[in-house]
C-alpha cells in the first residue's frame, strides 16, 4: 500500500518468475469525497529493465 499526497507517481508490478503477470489488479481510494473535477488517469505500458 502507497499513502501519499503526491499528485503524481509512478508504480511497477513485476514478475520474479514463472510465466508471468497475465493479468493485474489496481485499486484506488480516497479519504474524502472528491470535486466534480476530479480525474484520475491511469496509463500502462512495458518497463524496460536494465
Given amino acids: 500500500m502507497i499513502d501519499t499526497t503526491e499528485r503524481h507517481g509512478r508504480f ?10 497475465d493479468h493485474a489488479l489496481l485499486m484506488v481510494a480516497v479519504d474524502r469525497p472528491q470535486p466534480d473535477s476530479f480525474k484520475l488517469t491511469i ?7 536494465p
Avoid at 511497477?12 to 503477470?21: E, K, L
Fill in 12 to 21: 511497477a508490478i513485476f514478475s520474479t518468475g514463472g510465466n508471468g503477470v
Fill in 43 to 49: 496509463t500502462s505500458g512495458p518497463v524496460e529493465v
